[in-house]
């Protein structure tokens, strides 16, 4: 007779992480939908494209580490402090310095595993309950924005977002900008946090929108966190002019992924000593160490500067070309009887798809489509934080370009005939 399962009751900590939320639905049943169906088209993931030049450069310093000396070895050998390699450390100082003239010391870096991992940290070492009683929240001033970051809080209601400014432009493409009229920091908010470019709608905050966060935060003694996961220096998966900005108050968060390895978890933090100090010290609790097969790979790319040219030659054009040609592929699939919109190009990788009207939710067109075998990523989970609900977000699907162009290209036309169809319905 087999005995009746256990009953483990979780903690607070463990009922919040471990809930069924909405995007470890979405990944499972994506997941599942593409080891079931061989013919799925991928549309939904961030994974990075494999761009061959890109990767042949990670195979050539695979190669030469194998070769020479015993680096390979004291690669997989030892742990790393828990900051980071002190080599790695010095060499993103070095090397972000040199392009932007800005004076980092290598206190001022910490690798953590990933990028992802980076945003619980800061999040939760920022925000949350406070030992006065207070709670305090991370505003997002320019929703939709990253999926990723919208179940990280281990204490309930972390963020507080503000909708986009929505700004109308030519040949059906939209722009969002930040409402600084509605955008208040009240005394519960614990920092400011926009992904730049943000994930989902390729948007890329100017500089002066950058300024005018960097100075609200300055005045109101918080940190802004610039996520950097696509932009400039490097990987450069960005499109506009945009600089790259970094001052004591300001957390900017660098990965590794989009250069073609995600596989590795490499995120670096650049930031005061105190949040790196504190940042080192989550490591060493939770992981003691990185991973450091990232930091060996891209070590001599950064102190020699390479990274940065190869983010400049490769990966932008890369992107740009793709973006261009997915965008393309949008309006020769699209008849002006489909009321769409598509988000300006301006860096990741992403068509983020506005369809002003749609009569049926975002969710239930992923559904339809899913039917047709095109996986795309519901706008619903990217709107979080929000006060009232707002239309907007139930017209919205993240659309990658990032798989090869055949994908894209039928997956594109399908897209157009089920959100048609939505319409004439
Ligand atoms: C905006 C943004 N931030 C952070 C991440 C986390 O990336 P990683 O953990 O691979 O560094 C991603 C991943 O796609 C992202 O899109």
């Known amino acids: 007779m087999t005995e009746p399962p256990m009953e483990i009751e979780f903690s607070s900590f463990g009922e919040k992480l471990r809930e069924q939320c909405g995007i470890l639905e979405l990944m499972d049943d994506l997941g599942k939908a593409l080891t079931t169906n061989p013919d799925m088209r991928m549309m939904g993931g961030g994974n990075p494209a494999a761009i061959p030049e890109v990767q042949q450069i990670w195979r050539d310093r695979a190669a ?65 309950e406070f030992a006065d009683g207070s709670h305090r929240k991370i505003l997002l001033p320019v929703t939709p924005e990253y999926i990723g970051y919208a179940n990280q809080g281990v204490s309930k209601d972390l963020f507080t977002a503000l909708p986009a400014i929505i700004e109308e432009g030519d040949d059906n493409t ?38 005018r966060l960097s100075e609200l935060a300055k005045q109101n003694g918080i940190p802004l966190i610039i996520d950097n996961a696509y932009g400039n220096p490097f990987p450069g998966a960005i499109f506009t002019d945009a600089t790259p900005v970094w001052d004591e108050h300001v957390i900017l968060t660098l990965s590794l992924s989009k250069l073609g390895l995600p596989g590795t978890r490499t995120g670096i933090i650049v930031a005061s000593e105190t949040i790196t100090r504190a940042i080192s010290a989550m490591t060493a609790v939770v992981g003691l160490a990185n991973n450091n097969i990232g930091q060996t790979l891209a070590l001599p790319l950064l102190e020699s500067g390479e990274i940065i040219d190869i983010s400049n030659d490769i990966i932008r054009p890369f ?32 068509l983020w798809f506005w369809f002003p009207g749609l ?20 706008g619903e989970y990217f709107f979080y934080g929000l006060d009232e609900p707002w239309q907007h977000s139930r017209e919205c699907i993240r659309v990658t370009f990032s798989q090869p162009m055949e994908i894209v290209r039928e997956g594109i036309k399908i897209i157009a005939e089920e959100v048609g169809r939505a319409y004439r319905q």
Not at 119 to 128: D, E, K, T, V
């Open 64 to 128: 030469q580490l194998l070769g020479e000396g015993n680096d390979f070895d004291r690669m997989l050998v030892n742990y790393d402090p828990p900051a980071g390699n002190p080599r790695f450390l010095e060499a993103v100082a070095g090397c972000l310095n040199r392009d932007t003239g800005w004076n980092l010391q290598p206190g001022n870096v910490a690798v953590t595993c990933g990028g992802q991992t980076a945003f619980f940290f800061l999040f939760n070492m920022l925000a949350g």
């Open 319 to 350: 992107y740009r070309k793709r973006a261009e040609e997915a965008r393309q592929l949008v309006t020769d699939a699209f008849d002006d009887s489909t009321p769409y919109r598509v988000h300006a190009a301006e860096g990741a990788f992403f």
């Open 174 to 211: 939209f722009k969002y900008r930040v409402d600084f009229d509605n955008l208040e920091i009240t005394g519960d908010i614990a920092a400011i946090c926009v992904s730049r470019p943000t994930n989902p709608s390729g948007n890329v905050l100017s500089d002066t929108e950058i300024a």
């Open 359 to 378: 009569p049926i939710s975002s969710t239930e067109l992923y559904r339809r489509l899913k039917q047709r075998d095109v996986l795309v990523v519901p």
